[in-house]
């Protein structure tokens, strides 16, 4: 069997022209959304991270405003940009690029930003609306492996799903997000026993651990959904997710790549929060 390729540069860019419409939409009132985007030192992966999310803000029709603070910035200083920035009512949102250097608390900055800025929705009282199921930001990672199951067709609700990692900003949430579309969710995590035996019982697998060929194919049933959260470095430097790509490819029905896959999606689900924020904040 060779499993179906899930497409995440095609659907990330359908949901970019989505937002774009919408920014057009919202531009039309002479309401320009504008996102804010701190980066505190110069770690790499950060500054690639940050450089596609300001190219599709600009691609989309959002503003963006880039603050980039040295290495040595105090917490102070940065929480104090912050609470300029949520005054700021030019701004809709505030993202702070993780991780900040060792000296500054990271969760003291992620409740200082304003919740109804937080679009990268990592504010405790934002993480309380996801779980109590009421409306607001979804958090960007979580929403897009949600799209891309549901955008390549395939069902959750009813489905038995496995989540691998519970991280704050990736397992847990998207955990979340799958029981709220009906899913059964088991959360598997380093001192899961028989993780094997778990995962061969999902329909839909989705691994968020940061370890190369976590999941191999003897773990993945007939037919399911694996769904790859990982950003890891092989031997050669090479970019690669969690999941043993090829061999899991024999067995599955469908699988996201890594690149191609769910990273696209979290820029892509950004947006989205940014044209939300847009609009709450101008009562729309
Ligand atoms: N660092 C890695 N991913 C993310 C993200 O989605 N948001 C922020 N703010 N920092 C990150």
């Known amino acids: 069997m060779k499993a179906k390729r899930i497409d995440g540069k095609a659907i990330s860019d359908t949901i970019k022209a989505e937002a774009q419409q919408q920014a057009q939409n919202l531009q039309r009132q002479g309401i320009v959304p504008c996102l804010a985007v701190v980066l505190v030192g110069e770690d790499a992966a950060s500054q690639i991270y940050v450089r596609n999310k300001e190219k599709a803000c600009a691609l989309v ?82 929403a897009g492996v949600l799209e891309l199951i549901t955008r390549s067709g395939y ?11 519970r991280s704050h900003n990736v397992g847990k949430p998207t955990a979340m997000l799958l029981l709220q579309h009906d899913a059964t969710v088991t959360i598997c995590h380093s001192k899961t026993k028989n993780l094997k035996e778990i995962c061969k019982q999902a329909d839909i697998i989705v691994s968020a651990v940061g370890k190369l060929h976590m999941v191999t194919a003897d773990m993945v049933k007939a037919g399911a959904v694996v769904i790859d959260v990982g950003m890891n470095r092989d031997e050669h430097g090479k970019l690669c997710g969690d999941v043993d790509f090829d061999a899991v490819c024999e067995v599955a029905g469908a699988v996201s790549p890594v690149p191609g896959g769910v990273g696209l999606m979290t820029v892509a689900m950004l947006m989205q929060n940014c044209i939300t924020a847009a609009k709450l904040q101008n009562g729309i």
């Open 61 to 142: 029709g959002i503003t963006s405003k880039m603050y980039t603070l040295p290495q040595d910035t105090t917490e102070q200083a940065l929480l104090t940009l912050i609470a300029q920035l949520n005054t700021d009512n030019s701004v809709n949102g505030v993202l702070v690029q993780l991780p900040l250097p060792a000296h500054i608390n990271e969760e003291k900055v992620i409740l200082a930003v304003s919740p109804q800025k937080d679009v990268d929705c990592f504010h405790p009282y934002n993480v309380g609306l996801l779980h109590t199921d009421k409306k607001g930001f979804l958090p960007c990672t979580p």
């Open 155 to 165: 069902e959750i609700a009813g489905k038995h799903c496995v989540v691998i990692g």
